[in-house]
């Protein structure tokens, strides 16, 4: 092995790509059409395209220390599910209030399958109630979950994808992860092409995510392997030639910067933002979408766009310290007891 390359501010980047998430749904679903330009600056997409990337890399790192599947598995577990549960559950509760203080009438039914498939992770089947969030301009309760469901699918592979990157190499599966992630834009684009049903959510669920997930492992590649920088930097490149090619300029662009992004802010020196071993990035990110909708609800949205975001960053930002607090650190501590 011929050195190592240290990576770091990984947890600085977490919570910068959530804060991006942030501010550009605010501004989207707070109808600021004055301030889209920072929606586009601050993109909700390359934010969670840079999540996969995170992602890729630490959870290949984290199964690279245990090498335990079962271990690994409950690790992950307690890590995401518990504060996915008291999000989902708090966050209906909160739309149901308001829902009837408005007045507004709501199926019991719909509530059981809301609650139902989005515990499953399964959003997409059901985002959102009739009579929650009517006058909203989306209807979603928590649009932002679909990435978690995107993130536990490839928690479910990574000790395949590791045992195959022993058996040949970490370059290998990287590139496979690259490859079928990025020729899955064409192929749906092929199938509507000859008259095929594309549905447009097709485009964001797996297997068409994990070109970002195999820069991660790429990464994780590098961090045990200094002098695989070069090469792993030349595929990303490879990468990026063919999709353009591929008639995918915009996916190929985004490939290429959050790459140098990443890559650049983990090789400056250790952040000291002096938060110990506080983690508010899962919190803002599972609380803010619906803290929007609360708000877009109770016309708060009618105000101040730089108001509207504040509290929004407020708000969000204190949930996340009380999930860590009271949900996610407890949570930490239970796996690391069942695991003695």
């Not at 004055?34 to 995170?54: P, T």
């Not at 030639?241 to 992004?261: I, R, W, Y």
């Not at 933002?273 to 909708?293: A, C």
């Not at 109770?298 to 509290?311: I, M, N, S, T, Y």
Request: proline content about 3%.
């Amino acid at each position: 092995m011929s050195g190592v390359t240290r990576f770091h501010n990984i947890n600085e980047l977490r919570l910068l790509f959530a804060l991006c998430v942030l501010v550009s749904h605010s501004i989207q679903l707070g109808q600021f059409i004055r301030y889209d330009i920072l929606r586009q600056v601050f993109s909700s997409e390359i934010a969670v395209q840079g999540f996969f990337i995170l992602s890729g890399f630490l959870v290949f790192g984290s199964y690279s220390r245990i090498l335990d599947s079962r271990t690994f598995y409950i690790r992950r577990f307690l890590r995401i599910y518990p504060g996915y549960v008291i999000a989902v559950v708090l966050f209906l509760v909160l739309a149901l209030v308001q829902a009837y203080m408005y007045s507004q009438s709501v199926q019991i039914g719909e509530v059981a399958r809301y609650l139902g498939v989005n515990l499953l992770l399964l959003n997409f089947l059901q985002p959102g109630i009739e009579g929650i969030f009517q006058v909203a301009p989306y209807h979603e309760i928590n649009g932002a979950l679909w990435t978690i469901k995107i993130e536990v699918m490839f928690y479910a592979m990574v000790p395949l994808l590791y045992w195959a990157g022993q058996r040949w190499s970490q370059r290998v599966v990287a590139v496979a992860l690259i490859v079928i992630g990025l020729s899955w834009r064409p192929l749906l684009n092929w199938v509507a092409a000859e008259g095929g049903y594309v549905h447009p959510s097709f485009a964001y669920q797996l297997p068409g995510q994990l070109h970002f997930f195999g820069i991660g492992v790429l990464m994780f590649d590098v961090s045990n392997n200094q002098s695989h920088r070069t090469g792993n930097a030349a595929i990303v490149l490879a990468a990026v030639s063919l999709t353009s090619l591929m008639g995918e300029p915009n996916t190929a662009m985004q490939v290429l910067l959050l790459s140098l992004f990443i890559y650049g802010i983990t090789q400056l020196p250790q952040l000291s933002l002096r938060l110990g071993d506080l983690d508010l990035s899962y919190g803002v990110y599972l609380s803010h979408f619906p803290i929007i909708q609360l708000l877009i609800g109770f016309g708060v949205a009618d105000l101040d766009a730089k108001l509207f975001l504040l509290l929004v960053l407020f708000l969000s930002t204190a949930y996340a310290m009380a999930s860590w607090n009271w949900v996610e650190r407890p949570a930490l501590k239970l796996s690391r007891r069942i695991l003695v």
